[in-house]
RNA sequence: GCCGGUGUGGCGAAAUGGCAGACGCACAGGACUUAAAAUCCUGGGACUAUAAAAAGUCGUGUGGGUUCGAGUCCCACCACCGGCACCA
């Protein structure tokens, strides 16, 4: 890089007040109720101190970042981006008078650590640790305002207790459908055929099992059913199923880590396989997830991509009969209602289908070959190509079933089913495009109407029936040769005249044709009102009901990993040998994982943890979970924990939660709303501050994971009572990517990877600040620009310019470079202040100059429009570069204006105006934010354009009072506007007042 | 295929339906300097015309529309970016 003059000695300015902001404390917020130091700034711009409540304390405003990992390459520009816009809004807060919570911490966990000590043997705390000194050391030369005193890592045990902690009330937790939210376990309600004897009621389980004697077998099963049922609607429960495993990553995952049928992290093959699994009831939340998206403040696509993940599709659930049976089984009476087939098992086939207006279509059915009834209807003549089939699917990857433009197949199984709408006998086939994991794993098949059943349908030569009317010029294109001819009128009343087969599938909405029996008729009906009807008719028969599915599924929680938050579980058997899960008690926290020599995972998916014996045995023979949590778990709590970081008797002190995330006193005041969706929400009565984090910024890789898990866990903290909020992030932005010089994504292959303590060496740590700003708008992709980085530089030295003494800076460079004894201080006391900064009154054009500036910059920050606010101040400078003498109070207004951008170089100056005219500087930092003053902006001249039929002739300068036929005859006395409209009829004249005159001509 | 977003000078970008291109970069010319760097001043959308100026025409992805007036609103497309994708 070149080594050009610098422009102003930032290095010796921006580590002298990042440690007068250290060395007070300048950033610590305040609890409620927790001691502030007479001395402290916020003391003193609020005039309170010691201990003060929540209702005396100032509102609150909490701006959070997505707390990074601390990976071994240390940052990348792209996170300063985030922070600095936090940064930013955090010190005009401050400002502004709020008390402003600004948080930073590690997400610490992960997998880098832990395959580097299975490298090195170096055990991850300790390549952890460094990581996060490397972090902190590069975060803090920025001069960021954190409040250091809170910061956390989630690998600290004080912090992960809690994490396992929240883990026990998610397994101590079950969904009450009834009152549509988490409760205690304790609170659920058994079944009658579960219910215990009064003695067995008595008992504790430990007294039950220390003395299986006392127990009856019909008592011990009863006792274990029990459990069993208990254990199936925690929120946290053990499930036995297909997962996605990685091979190379040693691990299961979940399923929004699995991206095209790789890994998320590394890109590593994934394949199906069973495994006992620990799983958060996630689907349980699924409607509230999706509805409360309405009561928060996040982009539409950020909202639309966890809409989409959530995947809510309204349609019905329909029971079709299996008419032929496996060789060996009893054919079922066809009379025999549903209640009955539950118990002999396999009667009915239940689908699901967002189309039940089409049911008359359906002309075969498909089960997915994971299907469990597959084997059991399978014909003898059948069950061959069915096992063959079955083998050759297993055996695929996922991507190479959902394989683009792949071709349909499938095989027959032999037996068939009733339509139950019209007593048809219809094949029932098993597919791999038919999804075992969605809905019910079975469907209708509808060809006529769907392209997927249109394809199968086509290849294997299956009926099919329309029973949708399409509009006249789809079925000219795709009606069969002898009826393309027809007239419109020929199709609208007589539905018996439709084709009864097109050349493609129709799949938009249209009246409903061939579709009736003896006792209902969908005909001529739209789709959405068949689909009513056909509903209804489905219920009040006991053959369907009408059902909402999701995409989403439960969230799959254990890992088989070293470096993780260990479970609060151990595993028991009872007399009789079952295994169950317990939890420990809360007391057993922190469970802390086991020193391990070796790191590595197994090729089995046995767990690291396994191999530290002494740790996994307990003495009282109990056997502890081996599996850890994901990386997420850590990452779903943690803006909580800031807000009482240092609390070691609870995650969080219910007072310090409802001030920082119910505005504290303020939501007793505000008003409770219901939201559309019908959830309840809180607004304060003051616009000012909002519920739960007031902003948060990060990227949009988070959109379904964390963001969507967090706000899961804060549901249900919320449901239990722990937090005030229902929803945890009010405001979120995400900031967009920061591309290389070269416009393509900054990867070490592409050698364009710009390194922040390169700028910071060459600019320092404010022009990075204001470049990362400056480059566009926050949320938009944008490519780095080192000559972009020297533009706002000398934007910055333009400032020092304007402040400080020229003669004076020389002296203090000859001084640097020849004295070295001299401190860092001594030599910036060389430098005196421009003598033409003087405590004199402003022109009325320099306080113009000066509140427009105020003007834009308060409102693009409300905006969080960032670079254009320093637009603003780039031209106030230009401006007041051309004045004889700057009167000093306007320029401790510039300051205050630049101080949240480029907070040293302000305070800096700051300090500097204050002693030189003898008066005694408090922080910048809590100074009181400029207000501008509308009535300084007034002209009493001003340009208005001129147009002729639309198009600008000239600019004419008028008073402001100017009436409409002052403006009117002004415009037409315009020398330049008088040829355009000689000799022509003036047809009107449009005069916007303080805009525009427009002569229209005939 | 579906959903969301974005298209404006050489580049990053700015514009409550009212002077398109603020601000910055790059570039060109000038001042200062032995010279360079740094700094300061000036210029600039394209085209036509001109010695120069004045002036004119066109111009915000494309094609329509609404309006006295459209980058901005409406309709139909195109391109790029992001997400989802055999979810019945």
Redesign the pocket.
């Known amino acids: 890089m ?4 610098r ?1 102003y000695p930032f290095h010796l300015i921006e580590p002298k007040w990042q440690k007068v902001w250290d060395e007070q404390q300048a950033f610590r917020a305040f609890n409620p109720n927790e001691e502030i130091p007479a001395n402290h700034p916020f003391a003193q711009r609020h005039k309170i101190s010691g201990k003060v409540s929540a209702p005396q304390l100032p509102p609150k405003f909490y701006i959070l970042d997505m707390f990074p990992y601390p990976s071994g390459a240390g940052l990348h520009v792209g996170h300063p981006e985030g922070y600095t816009a936090t940064d930013i809004l955090a010190r005009y807060k401050r400002a502004q008078g709020f008390n402003v919570l600004h948080p930073m911490g590690w997400d610490a966990f992960g997998l880098p650590a832990e395959q580097y000590a299975v490298k090195t043997g170096q055990h991850p705390r300790k390549t952890t640790e460094e990581n996060i000194a490397t972090f902190k050391r590069q975060i803090q030369s920025l001069g960021f305002s954190y409040d250091w005193s809170r910061e956390l890592a989630t690998t600290d045990p004080d912090y992960f207790q809690w994490t396992q902690w929240i883990f026990l009330k998610l397994y101590n937790s079950w969904f009450n459908p009834k009152t549509n939210k988490a409760e205690p376990i304790s609170k659920l309600e058994y079944p009658k055929e579960l219910e215990l004897s009064n003695w067995a009621k008595s008992q504790t389980a430990d007294e039950l099992l220390d003395d299986p004697k006392k127990l009856d077998s019909e008592t011990l099963k009863l006792w274990n059913k029990r459990r069993e049922y208990r254990d199936s609607k925690r929120l946290a429960y053990v499930s036995e199923q297909p997962v996605w495993w990685c091979e190379q990553l040693g691990t299961v995952l979940a ?2 880590e699995v ?2 049928g790789k890994s998320e992290v590394g890109g590593f093959p994934v394949v199906r396989k069973p495994m006992r699994q620990w799983m958060l009831r996630i689907t349980a939340y699924a409607e509230k997830l999706l509805t409360d998206l309405d009561t928060i403040d996040w ?4 909202k ?2 966890q ?3 959530i ?1 809510r ?1 309204e ?1 019905a659930e329909v029971d079709f009969q299996i008419v032929q049976r496996a060789a060996g089984v009893p054919p079922t009476d066809q009379t025999k209602k549903k209640s009955a087939a539950e118990t002999d098992g396999s009667t009915f086939i239940t ?6 207006d089409t049911l008359f279509g359906a002309t075969y059915m ?1 089960l ?1 070959p994971e299907h469990k009834l597959v084997d059991q209807i399978t014909t003898t003549e059948q069950s061959e190509a069915v096992a063959k089939y079955k083998t050759e699917i297993s055996k695929k990857s ?1 991507l190479e ?4 433009a ?4 499938g095989v027959f199984t032999g037996a068939f089913a009733i339509n139950p709408v019209n007593g048809e006998k219809i094949p029932i086939w098993i ?16 060809p006529a109407h ?4 249109w ?2 349908a086509k290849k294997f030569e299956l009926k099919i029936r329309a029973v949708v009317m399409p509009p006249v010029d789809w079925l000219r294109k795709n009606a069969p040769e002898n009826w393309a001819h027809l007239e419109p009128d020929s199709f609208t009343v007589e539905f018996t005249k439709i084709p009864k087969v097109f050349k493609a599938a129709f799949t938009s909405e249209g009246h409903a044709i061939n579709s009736r029996n003896a006792e209902v008729s969908l005909d001529g009906l739209s789709v959405a009102e068949a689909k009513k009807k056909i509903t209804a008719w489905l219920e009040e028969k006991n053959l369907g009901k009408k059902t909402i ?3 989403l599924r439960d969230w799959l929680f254990s890992r088989q990993r070293y470096w993780g938050e260990p479970f609060p579980i151990v595993w028991k058997k009872d007399a009789a040998g079952h295994l169950f899960h317990e939890a420990l008690p809360e007391s057993a926290l922190p469970v802390l994982p086991p020193t391990l020599e070796d790191y590595k995972p197994t090729a089995t998916g046995e767990p690291p943890l396994t191999r530290a014996k002494d740790w996994v045995n307990l003495p009282n023979g109990s056997v502890r979970e081996t599996n850890t949590m994901p990386q997420w778990a850590g990452s779903c709590w943690y803006y909580l924990r800031y807000l009482d970081a240092k609390n070691s008797a609870a995650f969080v002190g219910s007072e310090v939660e409802n001030y920082w995330m119910s505005g504290g006193v303020k939501s007793l005041n505000g008003e409770i709303v219901k939201s559309e969706a019908g959830s309840t929400i809180q607004r304060f009565n003051d616009s000012t501050s909002t519920p739960g984090v007031d902003l948060y910024v990060g990227g ?2 988070h ?2 994971l964390h963001l969507l898990y967090a706000r899961f866990w804060h549901k249900v903290l919320f449901d239990l009572g722990y937090v005030s909020t229902p929803e945890p992030f009010f405001k979120l932005v995400n900031q ?1 990517i920061i591309l290389g010089e070269d ?1 393509q ?1 900054m990867s070490k292959s592409r050698g364009n990877v710009v390194n922040p303590d390169d700028v910071l060496g060459e600019y320092g740590s404010d022009a990075f600040r204001l470049y990362e700003m ?4 926050l ?5 780095w ?1 080192t ?2 980085v ?6 910055l ?2 400032v020092w ?1 304007l402040f400080v003494d020229e003669k004076s800076e020389t002296e203090f460079e000859q001084a640097e470079t020849t004295t070295k004894a001299q401190s860092h201080q001594e030599l910036l006391d060389l430098i005196k202040l421009n003598p033409s900064i003087q405590n004199v009154a402003a022109t009325p054009a320099q306080l113009k100059t000066l509140h427009a500036c105020i003007k834009k910059v308060t409102e ?1 920050l409300d905006g969080l ?1 960032f ?2 606010a ?6 106030f ?2 401006e007041a ?2 004045w004889q003498t700057k009167p000093l109070a306007m320029m401790k207004s510039f300051l205050q204006l630049l101080a949240p951008f480029a907070p040293h170089i302000a305070e800096e100056l700051w300090a500097r105006l204050h002693s030189t005219f003898g008066q005694t500087a408090t922080s910048l930092a809590y100074a009181p934010w400029p207000k501008f003053d509308p009535a300084l902006l007034v002209e009493s001249e ?4 001129v ?1 002729v ?5 000239d ?1 004419i300068k008028v008073s402001v009072n100017a009436t409409q036929a002052d403006l009117e005859t002004a415009a037409k006395n315009s020398e ?1 506007v008088k ?2 409209i000689e000799g022509k009829t003036i047809k ?1 004249i ?1 005069v ?1 007042p ?5 002569i ?1 001509t005939g």
């Not at 079933?401 to 683009?404: A, I, P, Q, S």
């Open positions: 070149s080594s050009s003059r422009q399923n929004e991206v095209d982009t539409d696509s950020l639309e991509m809409r989409n993940w995947g599709s349609g689908v699901f289908t967002t189309r039940p498909v997915a996922d079933r959902t394989e683009l792949k071709e349909k197949s597919a791999d495009y038919v999804l075992a994991s969605y809905g019910t794993g079975a469907i209708m098949a509808v769907d392209e997927r059943d394809e199968f599915n999701y995409k949009t890789e959109a379904v967009g416009g994504k400056f480059m566009g708008p949320e938009m992709v944008k490519p620009s000559k972009g020297e533009g706002v530089y000398r934007f030295g333009r310019r693009d429009r670079n254009t320093i637009s603003a101040m780039m031209v400078i230009n570069m051309t001003m340009e208005i354009p147009q039929n639309g198009k600008l002739r600019v330049k040829p355009f009107k449009i916007v303080k805009k525009m005159v427009n229209i």
